[in-house]
Every structure is written in structure tokens, then in C-alpha cells.
């Protein structure tokens, strides 16, 4: 129905005064916009912008924001006339952010708030042909600049505060400041009569898999408009997969006036939802139909899932005066593994689903059983929650509000807060994917650490994320866990003893500490060492990681040929974080300074991917004393240098594989212990015991094996401990020597060990012999063997449609490595393998 749209820009208030919002404004000369989507695109798309993301062309869109935005369609009336009992809404989705809506020339009303639907009333408002316009002000000139100056001491642009609209748009540590404006999701004209159904909860009260039954309960929301008479909800509860599962249905009667009823199922041998690495996320389709009478006159239709979430607190009885912090999905203890999410794009309007289902198919390959939604970003679009359901990924859904003082004085901006959240929880409570609300990002953290002498200085934000946030999770909700930060909890907001922990000793300096202790900070190559994570015994690292270079191919689409060496002005431009050379630090700690922009985006990858997989391995060993890591990022908003393993354009970076690898539900790690002795560890987050044979070698850089041995393992289901030590004096050369570990049946992915960091090994560069074989024209088989250590073996790949089944990897003396090459879109040929090593 709102198919086409056009754009304008005026001067702040001369959209109205030329009368842009009337039928016979003449709009002959606006430019195309889709919708949903963004101004940004839109322009970019006519020529009046170059691509914001190229070299330093960001700082030639700031006029953007700057200027006012008018949005125009017309649109026809319903082909037949409306009923008396019958009323026409026109529903915005999104509107970003500070909006007023015309049609025909009337105002309708205005919006505030991106992050909830703005809703008008339209019933006898149309005509045969209508005019519709949308005036987006400029958002600054909804910001008091004298209440602004309370907020200034946290600085990172403090006007984004006073508005409930995307934090990041205004810039991040990694993202840049390109404000969004416009319609940046569905517009639709709902027709509606009588009554209609308000919203439908589903949740799962029992399981009981010795029975093999489940509890379940729909409560349903009416509202009525035009009738009060008796109404009939039906409710059919189906398995999306039919071949099994027991198909439940209930129909009720909801008495004159009556607008709320809850309806109880027993479900049959219940098809259970679980994370993919458990057991199969199970789907139901719900369908709901409100009737009056013999008249059917609204239906719903959703999935959901059967599954119970918990969040266990109890405390930990072997670490004394610790707490755990632990999610329980249908009565399992689990180790979330998993990475913090950002928004796919600067411009998050119209992106589409393909975007999503590269990403959140990364993390499942990945073997994440739990993504967090960061709030500093977006409520993500419905693909995100349904592609988590499927997926079998838990979701960990911050509120939006990240690294600041909001105002708690201001009764409308608390009001919008109110009905966000209530929006919000409402819309997203029924995804079994959904694990977690946390009330921010940061916010008291980052205030105690300013005010860390200043017990007089009371908490901001208790408002919401003490009071409003969790009394509406607990009404609308109630059966998801809510926490009021990330991180919160213990002796210090980023405590080791209770709650949740960001780790940010690595990479930023900040050295832990207690509430009253002046916060150090350490930015030395030996303070910022991803050593530090084995001195943290924290319950759940929500957030923890270090920077690295995309891969070539990002960069040369993004910075130009005269710039592309290591902190060139248009590279460090794309480089958010300050200063600049803070990676610097890390990479001479792990592999020394680069010299070449070849050299700065292997070695800062090498640092991620070193980094990544030394703490989490640290962390699963811990388990169940630690029960989840959270790393940040997973993604990027725009080509960058950032703590992402994924780059902007889908590439995998090495910190990606390393994940991958570190990640594997059974993983076998080696622990250098206090008389520099070493421990393997097997780390089980299966739910069965695992029997294998390990063969564990001491190995010579140039090939030899020093020596071997063979174990017969048998490790219980979820648990993780150590198999095997062996004492120092077993390791006679630490720089030229390493430790490898392989399981005879492949149950977990091969690992080594190193005893130094990789600038101090005694090894030299090694190059693979490589033999490729076409298996169709879409697919290739490359077979990699080396005669000693080959390290940071890795493809060079200019098209990111290009899937490889393995990447930035080590071979071993002896060993076969196959890799596949997959393109859908493109022919591959040998001419696309460009190998590379270190």
C-alpha cells in the first residue's frame, strides 16, 4: 500500500512554512526512498553523499544531521466502505526519532522515541487518494544544552542521552557519528473490528522429561472498541515440524467486559526447544482466533518454544564467598559461549535478512549457544529473534542504554522509557531464544569508577534499572530472568565474586579493583597482556577481547592506495578507539610491531586470535565456577579497525577460527600451572560421557617428535577437568619446543601449546605443499601438508560469498589438512587460492 515514497531536506522549520505536509505541495523534484531504510541510503543511492565509509568521508555527511527530513506517499483508501463497528489505524513501526505525521494536511501526531511504534487513529480520516507526510526534526533541537551540561562529565557525545533513539549512532569506540533519520521500519494501515487480540504470552510453566509432559500457558490481552459482548478465543498449538508431537487446541469464553484469560495445556510428549549444541531448538506454531459469535474477527499467529530459563545464584560451595552465575535451560546447567552483538550496519533501516542469516549462521558454526544484544544499539528486527529461535541460540537483551547518565527528572523522557519497555518486552517475550533482560551497559560501572570517592554522589539510573525495568519484566514477562547491568554485582560493579564481570585489563589497562579504590590503569604491553585473564576467576565475563585489522580486501575497498600503511590518517580515521596506537601495545607483547600493512593485519590478528583463545580456554576450564564468556565483539557497524571477529563485509578474521576452535562443545586445553609445569584439561558441555584415546606429543618446531604418550579417557557429561600433568623439567627448550594434543576419534578439534609468546619462538617460517581439486565449478578441494610447524596458515579471499570450511590454522609434521572452498554465486577456480603463512 506505501509503496512509493519520496525525501526532501529543509532548513529546521521551513519544511511546514513551504507546506510540505499539504496534498498540493508539488514533490516532483524529491528523491526516492525506500521504506523501511534511512536518509542515509537514499542520498547515497542519488549521488548527493559518497559512501560515509570510504577513506574519511564521514565527516562530509555531518550536514545530515543537521537539516530537517520530510517523507511523502500517497496511498488509496480500502476498495469498500468501512462498517460502524470497523476502525483504521495506521501503525509506524519505526520512526527515527523526533517525528511529526500529517495526513491531508491534518496532523495526526507526533513521535519521540525510535525504539516503539507510533500508532494514529485514521478511522473516517480517509479519502479516495491520500496524502501522507512525515516531518523528521532535527534531533538536536529537541536537547536542552543547559540540561545537557549535567551529563557532560562522561563525555562520548553526551546529547545522545536526552533522546531515545540508537546510542551508537553519534560514534563509538568503534563506530562512527552518522546519526540515523526516517522510517526505518514497516508502515502498515490495520483494519480492524470490534475487539482485537492486544497480545498473546506464551511461556512454559513444567517439564517434566521423565513423564515426558510439559505445562504450558497462553495468556491473552483483548481489546474491545466496538463490542462487549461475549467472545470465543481459540488457541492451536502445533509442532512446526509435523511428523511428530501431539497438536493441542482450547477454545474459552471471555465473558462481557472481560479482557485478559489464561488457557493451561499439558502437552504430550512435548518436543523440547534446546540450544543447537544440546539438542534440537523445537518449534510450535501458536495460533490464536478471537470470534464473536460465528465471526471471526482477529487471528495471531506466532512460534514459540517449550523451554524453561533460569538464572542460578546460588552459592558456589568449593570457591568460598562466590556466587554462581549460570544459566539453566530446562533444568541443565550450561557454559554460555557465546559474543556480544552490535547492529549489522551504521544505517539499520531495510537491512536485509541475508545480513542476518550470514551472521547469526557465523555464530552457530561457531558452536555460540548464546548471543548478547549490546544496549547501546537497537531492539534488534524480528529476523534476528526468529533466526536466534531456529538456531538454537539463547539471547542475552540488554535494554538500550550504554555508558551514561540518562535523566530521571524529566516525567516524558520517563515515559518513553515506560513504553518502550513495555513495548518492547511485549514484543520479544514469546522467543524461546530469549534468555536474559539486562537493564544497561556500563552505566553504574563506569559511574563508580568516576566517582569512586564520592559516596555522597547517588547512583544514576536506579529509576529504571532498580524500579520501572524490572517491574515491567516481572508484569509482562515473568518468567525470563532480569539483571539490572552488565556488568553488576560483588565488591565492585566488575566483580569476581558475584554476578557478572567485563574483563577490560586487557586491551584498555583497567586493573580490578574494589568500590572506594581509585580505579588504576595500566597501558604498558605487560599491563594490557591477555596473560591477565588467567588471574581472573570472575562467575561470567559478559565482555572481554582486543582489536584486529580486517582482512586486506576490506581495508583496499575502504582506505585509498596512498594510505594503506599502519596508522596512516584515513586507517586511524578507521580506527575508533583512543589513542590510537593502543594495539600497539598488545602486538609488541605477542608479536612485535609491524612494518607493513601486510604485517599489521597479521599480527594484530595473531594477538586477537592468541588472546581469544588463551581466555576462553582459561574460562571453560573454570567451569562450572565460571559459566559463560560473552567476548567482545561478534560484528561490525562499518569497515573498521575493532575487537570484531567478523569483519563488516562477513569476512572472517582469525580471531573468528579461533573461536571456532576454542568453542567446540568438548575441547581439550593445556594449562601452564605455578612451577611451570603444564595440566591438560578436558572441558565437557555435552550432556554424555565422552571415551576417547588422546595422543599428547612434545614436539620440535622443526618436525621431531621429543616425545609421546597415549591416554584412554573417559570424562563425565558437563563438567571440565584436568587428565594428565607433567613437570617442568619434561619441558627442556620453551622457545623451540611445543605441546600438541589430538583425539584418535576427532571428538575435539586438535590443540597445542606454546610456552612464550609468538615473537620469542625459535621456529622459522614454514611453506605448506598444496594440492587443489576441482569439485564443480562452485566448489574446491585444496589438501595442505607440511614437512615441520607451519603456522597462521590462512586463505586470502577477495569474495565474501566465498564460505571456507577452515581457516588461519597450525599444521602439524605429518598431518593432512583438507579445505573446502564454497561460492553458491560465483565460479571458483584455482586462481582464487592465495595461501598464506607466518
Known sequence: ???????????????????????????????????????????????????????????????????????????????????????????????????????????????????????????????????????????????????????????????????????????????PRLPTVGIWRPVELRRERRAVLDGAHFHTLKIDLEQDIALVAVRIDVERFATDQSL?????????????????????????????????????????????????????????????????IDTLEMQAGIRTISLDQSPDPEERGTRFFRFILNGVPIFARGADWIPADSFVGGLPDARYQKLLAAAHDAHMNMIRVWGGGIYEHDIFYNLCDQLGLLVWQDFMFACAMYPEDDPIFVGEVEAEARYQVARLRNHPCLALWCGNNENQWIHDQIYWDRTDYPVPGTLYYDRILPQIVTELDGQTPYWPGSPYGGSDY????????????????????????????????????????????????????????????????????????????????????????????????????????????????????????????????????????LFWQLNDCWPVLSWSVVDYYGFGKAGYYSVKRAYAPILASFKAVTDEGVELWITNDTLALVSTTVIVRLQAF?????????????????????????????????????????????????????????????????????????????????????????????????????????NYFDLIPGEKKVVSLRNSESILTSEDVDISWR
Request: aromatic content about 12%.
Open 232 to 296: 470465543q478465543a481459540s488457541i492451536r498449538l502445533s509442532p512446526v515440524n509435523g511428523d511428530s508431537g501431539e497438536i493441542v487446541e482450547q477454545t474459552i469464553t471471555l465473558q462481557p467486559h472481560q479482557l485478559r484469560a489464561t488457557v493451561y495445556f499439558q502437552v504430550e510428549h512435548p518436543q523440547i526447544w534446546w540450544t543447537h549444541d544440546l539438542g534440537t531448538p523445537a518449534l510450535y506454531n501458536l495460533r490464536l482466533e478471537l470470534r464473536e459469535g460465528a465471526n471471526v
Open 1 to 175: 500500500m506505501f509503496n512509493e515514497w519520496k525525501l526532501v531536506d529543509f532548513a529546521p522549520g521551513e519544511g511546514l512554512l513551504a507546506g510540505a505536509h499539504t496534498e498540493t505541495y508539488d514533490d516532483q523534484q524529491w528523491i526516492p526512498v525506500p521504506v523501511p531504510g534511512d536518509v542515509h541510503r537514499a542520498l547515497i543511492a542519488v549521488g548527493r553523499i559518497a559512501d560515509p565509509f570510504y577513506d574519511q568521508n564521514e565527516f562530509e555527511c555531518a550536514w545530515v544531521e543537521d537539516r530537517e527530513w520530510w517523507y511523502r506517499t500517497t496511498f488509496p483508501a480500502p476498495s469498500d466502505s468501512l462498517q460502524p463497528d470497523e476502525r483504521l489505524r495506521l501503525v509506524f513501526h519505526g520512526l527515527d526519532t523526533f517525528a511529526t505525521v500529517w495526513l491531508n494536511g491534518e496532523q495526526l501526531g507526533q513521535s519521540q522515541n525510535m525504539f516503539r511504534e507510533a500508532v494514529f487513529d485514521v478511522t473516517g480520516k480517509l479519502r479516495a487518494s491520500n496524502t501522507l507526510a512525515v516531518c523528521f526534526d532535527r534531533p538536536l533541537d529537541h536537547v536542552d544544552s543547559e540540561r545537557l551540561e549535567k551529563f557532560n562529565a562522561w563525555g562520548r557525545n553526551p546529547e545522545r542521552v536526552l533522546m531515545r533513539k540508537a546510542q551508537y549512532g553519534y560514534g563509538w569506540d568503534w563506530g
Open 494 to 629: 566488575a566483580s569476581m565474586e558475584d554476578g557478572n564481570r567485563h574483563n577490560w585489563q586487557v586491551w584498555h589497562g583497567l586493573v580490578p579493583r574494589r568500590f572506594g579504590e581509585q580505579p588504576p590503569r595500566v597501558n604498558t604491553p605487560d599491563g594490557v597482556s591477555f596473560a591477565h585473564y588467567a588471574e581472573d576467576t570472575g562467575r561470567f565475563i559478559s565482555e572481554f577481547g582486543m582489536h584486529a585489522s580486517p582482512v586486506y580486501e576490506t581495508l583496499r575497498r575502504n582506505i585509498p592506495a596512498d594510505q594503506r600503511y599502519h596508522h596512516s590518517a584515513s586507517m586511524d580515521h578507521h580506527n575508533k578507539d583512543d589513542p590510537k596506537n593502543k594495539g600497539d601495545n598488545l602486538m609488541l607483547a605477542v608479536t612485535g610491531l609491524p612494518t607493513t600493512l601486510e604485517d599489521y593485519v597479521d599480527f594484530s590478528m595473531i594477538a586477537q586470535a592468541e588472546g581469544l583463545k588463551f581466555g576462553i580456554e582459561h574460562f571453560r576450564r573454570r567451569k562450572p565456577h565460571c559459566s559463560g564468556t
Open 702 to 806: 622443526t618436525g621431531e617428535t621429543i616425545w609421546e604418550e597415549t591416554y584412554v579417557l573417559n570424562v563425565g557429561a558437563n563438567i571440565s577437568e584436568a587428565v594428565a600433568c607433567w613437570n617442568a623439567d619434561r619441558f627442556a627448550d620453551r622457545t623451540g619446543y611445543y605441546l600438541a594434543v589430538t583425539s584418535v576419534e576427532r571428538v575435539f578439534p586438535d590443540n597445542r601449546h606454546f610456552f612464550c609468546m609468538m615473537k620469542d619462538l625459535a621456529r622459522v617460517p614454514v611453506s605448506p605443499s598444496v594440492e587443489i581439486a576441482q569439485v564443480n565449478e562452485h566448489e574446491l578441494c585444496v589438501t595442505l601438508t607440511a614437512a615441520a610447524f607451519a603456522y597462521f596458515v590462512h586463505f586470502k579471499v577477495s569474495n565474501e560469498s566465498t564460505h571456507l570450511s577452515d
